[in-house]
């Protein structure tokens, strides 16, 4: 078997683009795969053509995983969100077709099942919030969905430091959430790496009294060391990995125990098998795994396989129930959510394959992703809707 020819296809989502792969087989099967990344999908799709198709993808055997991706990191100077979120969106694909060859739903090559069900945490909840009590109303909404656990970012557009106000706000949503949703729901506080050291710690400190699950990001996620200082200063555990891009990178983050939970993203980091080895990296320091996932249904599906056959995963982030009211229909209708709770994909490999139509229907907006801190783009992230 070989793979005969590569497709990319961009769709839009709201918010975000993504970037799906089709590989295709001279036996006719086809695997499929996700390189989405904000602000940088048509970088990673021109990466695709110009640097990995010809030259390692086809003609390539799609068994050999890790030789090909060896390869193509090693080849392209090791690291970088935009290269190895190409690596990884080939690889996934690479899974897929390995799986419906051998004709298993993909975790069973990957160690077979470790959990019976797989909990989720809903993010993307509270756009159109702005007071502590439009926070609130919405956070009950989302119980309603049966999520007991849900992240959220309470901090504005705050970058390094904050106001004496700021921090007050900060404090009165928190406190709003942890009252509407009661004391039996995990509530995780997102920081987008935007504090210095002692403002991480301050607030850090101010919202300690609302029991967070984990306090995520907190400072610039390529220091570890800084990390390393906040989690030693503060009571709230902390979380981090999604903007690392590289096995070393998390080993670097694990090796010191810089974060309580890691959080690799399986379509950034260098896939699945790259992902494998992070979590068992983070199980021999007593570590837990909960990936990120951002993006579209595919890269979710990918994360999934992974959470189910890895013992060290926690619980998974989901997006799904707050984008597009059209995102199931870009995987023929698949729906990964229920009852806050993540379902696999029935059937072989990855379970799923993508509907050309809806994406046909739905085109790349230029710079749909905003900056986190362009106050522009918050005021309308907080309009009412």
Known sequence: MKIVKLQTFLTNAGLRNYLF????????????????????????????????????????????????????????YQGGSTAMTAISGIEIALWDIVAKECNQPLY????????????????????GARTPDQYADRAREVLQLGYTALKFDPFGVAWKDFTRAERRQVVELVRAVRRAV???????????????VEAAVEIARDI???????????VTPDSVDLLSEVKGRVQIRIAAGERLYTVPDFYRLISKRAADIVQMDVSHCGGILAS????AMAAAQDLVVSPHC?????????????????????????????????????????????????????????????????????????????S???????EHFTQNR
Request: net charge negative.
């Open 294 to 370: 951002s993006v579209g249904p595919v890269a979710l599906a990918a994360a999934l396989h992974f959470d189910i056959s890895t013992p060290a995963f926690m619980i998974q982030e989901a997006f799904s129930e707050f984008d597009v009211s059209w995102r199931n229909a870009l995987v023929r209708g698949w729906n990964p959510v229920h009852q806050g709770y993540l379902c696999l994909p029935e059937g072989p490999g990855l379970g799923l394959a993508i509907d050309e139509n809806v994406i046909a229907d739905h085109p790349y907006v230029r710079n749909s992703f905003p």
């Open 276 to 279: 494998k080895k992070i979590a």
């Open 21 to 76: 792969i089709i590989l295709h087989t001279d036996t006719g099967i086809q695997g499929t795969g996700e390189a989405s990344l904000e602000w940088q999908e048509l970088t990673v799709r021109t990466f695709i053509h110009e640097f990995l198709e010809e030259r390692y993808v086809l003609g390539a055997n799609p068994f050999d995983i890790e030789n090909l991706v060896t390869r193509m990191v090693r080849d392209q």
């Open 182 to 196: 009661g004391d039996d729901v995990e509530l995780m506080i997102e920081g987008h790496g935007r504090f210095t």
């Open 208 to 218: 300690e009294p609302y029991n967070p699950a984990w306090f995520e990001e907190p």
């Open 108 to 127: 069973n090559l990957l160690g077979g099942r470790c959990h019976d069900r797989l909990p989720a945490y809903a993010n993307g909840w509270y756009g």
């Open 372 to 378: 986190l801190w362009d106050r522009r783009w918050f």
